[in-house]
T-cell receptor, first 114, second 112 residues
Framework: DAGVIQSPRHEVTEMGQEVTLRCKPI?????LFWYRQTMMRGLELLIY????????DSGMPEDRFSAKMPNASFSTLKIQPSEPRDSAVYFC????????????FGDGTRLSIL | QQQVKQSPQSLIVQKGGISIINCAYE??????FPWYQQFPGKGPALLIA?????SEKKEGRFTISFNKSAKQFSLHIMDSQPGDSATYFC???????????FGTGTSLTVIP
């Protein structure tokens, strides 16, 4: 089975540019999570969706960040405008709603804002 | 506020030794405790998980010990190997909940 697929794997862009990260969750999973990982702050939950509906976006750092899930097989995380402090690895994870099921992570997008 | 506290931050173990990573929590509503293993350039991957109705779960060289009264759980890696060198995260989630609360991670290095 295909796991969680994220694209791009690496993104380098200049400050002020719009950045869009993409995620395809595992088929049949109906919860999707976006995380940010840095050395300083570890793994931070940014936002998660149940059945394509955003449930908790309290982790989204600023209005520059937005996330959408237009259907069950696709989600985007957008940063506009990007800043150097947004440099991090961004992970997407998905999960089945059955009890006690783990989250399955993609391999992340390493984002560098110059 | 960190819902799950993990220690140590880093750990160096000799090949063949036992690696022990500890986590503690306060919220008694947590009922699922997974451990994740992360290699450089990869996402965290589920290693082993436990529910609070058992005190221990073993899968190969990996064992979770769970102390419900103390609200602590730990990962033991027996006969540690250089290939086990990775970052390990504990996590917890609530009954009926969807969100996972992750520890801050432990960087394990197993030296030959």
């Amino acid at each position: 089975d295909a796991g969680v697929i994220q694209s791009p794997r690496h993104e380098v862009t200049e400050m002020g540019q719009e950045v869009t990260l993409r995620c395809k969750p595992i088929s049949g999973h109906n919860s999707l999570f976006w995380y940010r990982q840095t050395m300083m702050r570890g793994l931070e939950l940014l936002i998660y969706f149940n059945n394509n509906v955003p449930i908790d976006d309290s982790g989204m750092p600023e209005d520059r960040f937005s996330a959408k899930m237009p259907n069950a097989s696709f989600s985007t995380l957008k940063i506009q405008p990007s800043e150097p402090r947004d440099s991090a690895v961004y992970f997407c994870a998905s999960r089945s709603r059955q009890s006690n099921q783990p989250q399955h992570f993609g391999d992340g997008t390493r984002l560098s804002i110059l | 506020q960190q819902q799950v506290k993990q220690s140590p931050q880093s750990l160096i173990v000799q090949k063949g030794g036992i690696s022990i990573i500890n986590c503690a929590y306060e919220n008694t509503a947590f009922d699922y405790f997974p451990w994740y293993q992360q290699f450089p350039g990869k996402g965290p991957a589920l290693l082993i998980a436990i529910r609070p109705d058992v005190s221990e779960k073993k899968e190969g060289r990996f064992t979770i010990s769970f102390n419900k009264s103390a609200k602590q759980f730990s990962l033991h890696i027996m006969d540690s190997q250089p290939g086990d060198s990775a970052t390990y995260f504990c996590a917890a989630s609530m009954i009926g909940g969807n969100q996972f609360y992750f520890g801050t991670g432990t960087s394990l290095t197993v030296i030959p």
